[in-house]
């Protein structure tokens, strides 16, 4: 056997050995705004009037990745209106690193993404789609959605308060209960585990008080806590009976979790076009900052 030949074999056996450094999966944030988006539909105000001819100031609706670099693995929380950029976004337009999504409820920025999987866009082949009971049966007995499962663009499948589904070896996503406005389905929340860290997704949920867990033992226990930040204030929406759409204002929630020594982790999402914490430098952003507070921010990624 001559050297060549030896050599090339040594290097396919060494090749063979070596193996790919562990990359930690992640969270990362693709999208921040409330169901609507920024700017709104029909809104003429300050806070969008200057964001319509200016895409780098369009705020995509509310939306997380989970990433396994090691796997080449992605699975999305919510399917909202923004649906065909943040899946690019997320897989660089490569359906095949695409494994699921999960959804928190059936209010029209957190599902209606949905239809980009079917006949008309996609065409998917059994996508899993992640849901509580409520949330499976409103999507099959009710069209469009209906036709995804009946073509098998989507495989609905039922996840349980409290109970683990397992992504991969590293990753699990746990749903919990919160309360809201449920009149098509229930609403949860996420928590998603991976090997070293935890982080808690809550983008809805009427008032803190109303709910049965501590939001303070919750953030003590997790590394990150993405959390609903709707409103900044409860005067946002002159003309609006604030409590039809309850939300935690966020110098609620702030009050609130005032004695968490390390706010570092904590970041308010799903904030609505009237926010004023959207607007950099507004009072209602340093008030947020100089707390030690956090805004997310999409593209903001979360080791796990």
Avoid at 209 to 222: C, G, R, T
Avoid at 264 to 289: E, M, R, V, Y
Wanted: with cysteine.
């Amino acid at each position: 056997m001559n050297q060549r030949l030896i050599n090339i074999i040594l290097i396919i056996l060494l090749n063979g050995c070596i193996q790919e450094p562990i990359q930690e999966p992640y969270v990362v944030v693709l999208g921040i705004a409330q169901d609507g988006g920024v700017p709104h539909a029909g809104c003429q105000k300050k806070c969008c009037i200057d964001r319509w001819n200016d895409q780098a100031k369009k705020l995509l609706v509310n939306c997380l990745g989970i990433v396994d670099p090691n796997s080449n693995e992605t699975w999305m929380i919510e399917a909202t209106p923004d649906f065909p950029k943040q899946f690019e976004m997320l897989t660089n337009n490569n359906p095949k690193k695409f494994k699921g999504v999960f959804l928190t409820h059936a209010h029209i920025g957190h599902y209606s993404g949905l239809m980009h999987l079917g006949r008309e866009v996609m065409g998917t082949k059994e996508t899993p789609v992640y849901v509580m009971p409520k949330m499976g049966k409103f999507l099959r007995t009710n069209g469009p959605w209906s036709q995804l499962v009946d073509l098998e663009n989507i495989s609905l499948r039922t996840i349980k308060n409290g109970k683990p589904t397992e992504l991969n070896k590293r990753i699990s996503v746990t749903p919990f209960l919160v309360p809201h406005r449920d009149e098509f389905s229930e609403t949860v929340g996420y928590k998603i585990k991976g090997p070293n860290r935890s982080l808690i997704f809550i983008p809805d949920i009427d008032k803190w008080e109303k709910w049965d867990k501590d939001i303070n033992q919750i953030v003590s226990e997790n590394n990150y806590t993405l959390m609903d930040g709707s409103f900044f204030t409860g005067d946002e929406l002159p003309g609006r009976d604030m409590t039809e759409i309850p939300h935690p204002f966020i110098i609620e929630t702030m009050k609130l979790l005032e004695s968490v020594k390390d706010k570092t982790g904590i970041h308010f999402i799903h904030l609505n076009h009237t926010n004023p914490a959207l607007t950099d430098n507004s009072n209602a952003q340093n008030q947020i900052k100089n707390a030690g507070f956090n805004i997310a921010q999409r593209g903001q990624a979360f080791k796990l």
